[in-house]
């Protein structure tokens, strides 16, 4: 008998840097799915948060360093932010990974994909969730073919826009809120908390980061105030995230509206089934509540400045990701000085009610589920571990460290 060694499979080294909790839970998704996909061993290494290490990543950088948004936080970060790009630069250098997945929060991701590229032209870079280039800044399609191979795209829209613009691939591989948002629940919510079957609901969302928080949740509170006033029962549900949760409490500390402040993922779900409207912020929720058939309007607000820099760059109509989805301004949004309670509170009473701008509204909200999904069935995870698979095996073949014989 042979007592050569038995030859091992190959490890497959991805490096994931994701910049703030939403990208966290992308990552996470992502590598589950690419566990599952991969016929070998594979190992996880970069920057991430807490859902990441509990896939197996050690992240290099603690996300909360990174997690920033707006001039007034960045600013002071600017420079340890500028040390964390750096430092995750070499430690991709070091590591020498088969393919980089960067991970949304563009800022400070793309600064990252730049310089891997410029010291490590071999290592691909794939890019899940595309910056809103199709928003504002158009050009920066064509200036990412430079540094990153691939585009994982959420929205169905993406793919034609890079091929009209840019030499850069991009895959539509279907929005992980399908996988999140789950319908019905709202019976057993409202009975939960003693709410009758005719008292309205309103669900309030200000935001996951504490400057949407700070700057929206004061606007929302008198817009339910006002509405209370043609409503006398209303019920006010507040969904938060961990990341906020204090700082919304403290703001509500002592408030005297009748309010449920929900923080578990799947009773925001049972807290939108029983609703019969909702106030929120511009972002992803707007996708998740049309996908649970919920009225909605937007409001919101930004530093002057950036509203500024951003109404002159804008190109496009809506702000509102579910809007731009369906292909026409279905969600009222009411930006900067509109976003005032008095205007808010007038645009969400029929929606409350049964209304004609309720039901054309819930008639349009029925086709976000196919629109988002991804037409071969799969889960947006499986399909984005597919492709990179697909560009780092190939890679792989050719730099593969085996793995110590046993």
């Not at 949407?212 to 817009?223: P, Y």
């Given at each position: 008998?042979?007592?050569?060694?038995?030859?091992?499979?190959?490890?497959?080294?991805?490096?994931?840097?994701?910049?703030?909790?939403?990208?966290?839970?992308?990552?996470?998704?992502?590598?589950?799915?690419?566990?599952?996909?991969?016929?070998?061993?594979?190992?996880?290494?970069?920057?991430?948060?807490?859902?990441?290490?509990?896939?197996?990543?050690?992240?290099?950088?603690?996300?909360?360093?990174?997690?920033?948004?707006?001039?007034?936080?960045?600013?002071?970060?600017?420079?340890?932010?500028?040390r964390r790009i750096q430092?995750?630069?070499?430690?991709?250098?070091?590591?020498?990974?088969?393919?980089?997945?960067?991970?949304?929060?563009?800022?400070?991701?793309?600064?990252?994909?730049?310089?891997?590229?410029?010291?490590?032209?071999?290592?691909?870079?794939?890019?899940?969730?595309?910056?809103?280039?199709?928003?504002?800044?158009?050009?920066?399609?064509?200036?990412?073919?430079?540094?990153?191979?691939?585009?994982?795209?959420?929205?169905?829209?993406?793919?034609?826009?890079?091929?009209?613009?840019?030499?850069?691939?991009?895959?539509?591989?279907?929005?992980?809120?399908?996988?999140?948002?789950?319908?019905?629940?709202?019976?057993?919510?409202?009975?939960?908390?003693?709410?009758?079957?005719?008292?309205?609901?309103?669900?309030?969302?200000?935001?996951?980061?504490?400057?949407?928080?700070?700057?929206?949740?004061?606007?929302?509170?008198?817009?339910?105030?006002?509405?209370?006033?043609?409503?006398?029962?209303?019920?006010?549900?507040?969904?938060?995230?961990?990341?906020?949760?204090?700082?919304?409490?403290?703001?509500?500390?002592?408030?005297?509206?009748?309010?449920?402040?929900?923080?578990?993922?799947?009773?925001?779900?049972?807290?939108?089934?029983?609703?019969?409207?909702?106030?929120?912020?511009?972002?992803?929720?707007?996708?998740?509540?049309?996908?649970?058939?919920?009225?909605?309007?937007?409001?919101?607000?930004?530093?002057?400045?950036?509203?500024?820099?951003?109404?002159?760059?804008?190109?496009?109509?809506?702000?509102?990701?579910?809007?731009?989805?369906?292909g026409r301004k279905v969600?009222?949004?009411?930006?900067?000085?509109?976003?005032?309670?008095?205007?808010?509170?007038?645009?969400?009473?029929?929606?409350?009610?049964?209304?004609?701008?309720?039901?054309?509204?819930?008639?349009?909200?029925?086709?976000?589920?196919?629109?988002?999904?991804?037409?071969?069935?799969?889960?947006?995870?499986?399909?984005?571990?597919?492709?990179?698979?697909?560009?780092?095996?190939?890679?792989?073949?050719?730099?593969?460290?085996?793995?110590?014989?046993?």
């Amino acid at each position: 008998m042979s007592n050569l060694p038995v030859s091992q499979p190959a490890t497959l080294r991805v490096m994931l840097i994701a910049g703030e909790p939403s990208g966290d839970i992308l990552g996470a998704e992502l590598m589950g799915s690419l566990r599952q996909s991969h016929q070998g061993p594979i190992e996880f290494i970069g920057v991430g948060g807490t859902r990441m290490e509990e896939q197996g990543l050690e992240s290099q950088v603690p996300m909360s360093d990174i997690a920033v948004m707006g001039l007034r936080e960045v600013v002071p970060r600017l420079p340890l932010i500028y040390r964390r790009i750096q430092q995750t630069v070499r430690f991709a250098h070091a590591m020498d990974p088969h393919v980089v997945v960067i991970i949304d929060s563009p800022d400070f991701t793309h600064s990252v994909a730049r310089r891997i590229a410029k010291r490590a032209p071999h290592i691909p870079i794939i890019n899940y969730v595309s910056p809103q280039v199709w928003a504002w800044r158009q050009g920066r399609a064509a200036k990412m073919a430079t540094y990153l191979t691939h585009v994982l795209a959420l929205l169905p829209f993406e793919p034609a826009f890079y091929a009209q613009r840019s030499t850069l691939a991009c895959t539509f591989v279907g929005h992980p809120v399908l996988e999140r948002v789950t319908l019905g629940g709202g019976d057993a919510f409202r009975t939960r908390h003693n709410i009758a079957a005719d008292t309205p609901v309103l669900a309030l969302l200000p935001g996951s980061r504490p400057n949407e928080v700070k700057g929206l949740i004061d606007i929302f509170m008198d817009t339910a105030r006002r509405l209370r006033r043609d409503l006398p029962e209303l019920v006010v549900v507040l969904p938060t995230v961990p990341n906020v949760s204090m700082l919304v409490r403290e703001k509500l500390a002592g408030d005297s509206l009748p309010l449920i402040l929900v923080e578990d993922q799947a009773e925001k779900f049972a807290a939108f089934d029983a609703a019969d409207a909702a106030l929120a912020a511009s972002g992803t929720v707007s996708l998740e509540l049309g996908l649970a058939r919920v009225p909605t309007v937007i409001g919101y607000r930004i530093e002057r400045l950036a509203a500024f820099i951003i109404r002159r760059l804008a190109k496009v109509e809506s702000i509102v990701l579910a809007n731009l989805v369906l292909g026409r301004k279905v969600i009222p949004e009411y930006l900067q000085d509109e976003c005032e309670p008095q205007t808010l509170a007038a645009a969400l009473l029929p929606l409350m009610r049964d209304t004609p701008q309720r039901r054309e509204m819930l008639a349009a909200l029925s086709e976000m589920r196919e629109r988002l999904g991804d037409e071969e069935g799969l889960k947006p995870a499986e399909r984005a571990a597919e492709v990179v698979l697909s560009i780092a095996v190939p890679e792989q073949k050719r730099r593969a460290v085996p793995l110590p014989v046993s």
